[in-house]
């Protein structure tokens, strides 16, 4: 390779989905029309710091909407640029089939390499009434407790400061203020991310 190779990470765009203007407040009316604004704004941060070439991790929650909503963000994801791999938030419910259709080069739930653990979730304990707890999230812990690793990027929080206890935590989430709706570089972590996609064959 003659040039860098640049790598991102991302999550939770949650196209398509109304409430969550009013839940993380991102600024746009909570109507019909400021969906399809917000939809336009994150795509246009997304292009502007994304080339054609570089590599994105999605950490998950893509789009709300079901079947009728599906196939407009097959349409959208298909236009976005660079290469992109997605690890499913609990909100993904279609099939691998589907994501893949949309241009996604794999579907995972959770990805390691080196000493960082890729997943949606920010892997903190939490108790089963707790606000954000999923069981999902539960199996995910002790795959991280098993991993090795020291660095856990994710999504899921949108807004909350990642926690720091036995490991370090990024938070990509698009609405985290420090990313400001756009994907994020992760220094330290280029080296191993690109190992991972050289040996799934992907450079």
């Not at 969906?35 to 054609?52: H, L, N």
């Not at 660079?82 to 994501?99: A, W």
């Not at 992760?186 to 064959?201: M, Q, T």
């Amino acid at each position: 390779m003659n040039k860098e190779v640049k790598i991102f990470y991302t999550s939770d765009w949650h196209f398509g989905h109304k409430n969550i203007i009013r839940y993380c407040n991102r600024p746009f009316d909570l109507s019909d029309e400021g969906v399809a604004q917000c939809t336009d704004f994150i795509k246009k941060e997304y292009c502007s710091v994304v080339g054609p070439d570089d590599f994105v991790f999605f950490l998950g929650d893509a789009f709300f909407g079901g079947s009728k909503k599906k196939y407009a963000f097959r349409d959208l994801v298909q236009s976005m640029t660079g290469k992109k791999i997605m690890i499913r938030g609990n909100h993904d419910y279609e099939s691998d089939s589907f994501y893949l259709s949309c241009g996604f080069l794999e579907i995972e739930n959770y990805i390691s390499f080196g000493k960082y653990f890729i997943c949606h979730f920010d892997l903190t304990e939490k108790t089963d009434d707790e606000e954000h707890h999923c069981s999902e999230e539960d199996v995910l812990r002790e795959v991280f407790k098993k991993s090795g690793c020291e660095f856990i990027i994710h999504g899921h929080t949108h807004t909350l400061s990642p926690v720091s206890d036995d490991c370090v935590r990024y938070n990509v989430c698009i609405d985290n203020p420090k990313n400001s709706f756009r994907p994020v570089r992760i220094k330290g972590s280029e080296a191993d991310a690109v190992a991972y996609l050289k040996a799934r064959h992907f450079l």
